[in-house]
């Protein structure tokens, strides 16, 4: 799986600069992702920041090879019993998104854009510090949840969303991804991951 994502990769950085009328954008924005087990999810937030660049193919159509990072985090706290626990968690991601996109010229300065397409996710990292105390004790301990192998690094997701363009200048998109891959390498379960993002980016 890693060979497939590197080609991937490696494929998308060679459609760059393969038409003149191309047009490059650097952007960020806040992303919500959720790992659902199929009876209860887990959502974490965060933000993303990136660049892609797209390549017109014929009419409104192109397509959009892109680079993201992204960085998310949740909290947990509780009582049991005694017991005071609180747990943060940050995963981070590198994304290669490969949208097919549509944009209708709705009026001069003003496009709507339509786009869907895979994207090939890797986890960078994914850690839990957790702590607790009873008491005048307390403890704390940092978990890498990629070091046992039972959580997998890499999805495939599928999705896509729409957004507006602004007298070519700044884009404004809103989407949503679904996982493919059961990132649950043990046999307790499946487990996917989804995300939901708003982005801003700048047009070059």
Known sequence: ????????LTASLMLIGTSAFAQFSAGAGFMNSSLNDGKESSALNGLFAGVSYNIPLAGGLGVAPGFYYSFLTKKDSGNLGTFTYAGDRTDMYLTVPVDLNYGIQIADGFKALLFAGPAFSYG?????????????????????????????????????GVGVELEDIVRFTVGYDYGMMDLDKTDAGTLHRSQLHVGVAFLF
């Open 1 to 8: 799986m890693k060979k497939i994502f590197a080609a991937v």
């Open 124 to 160: 960078l990292s994914s850690k839990t510090k957790v702590s607790g105390s009873i008491g005048d004790f307390s403890a704390g301990s940092t978990r890498d949840n990629y070091g046992n192998e039972d959580y997998g690094r890499i999805d495939v997701m599928l999705g896509g």
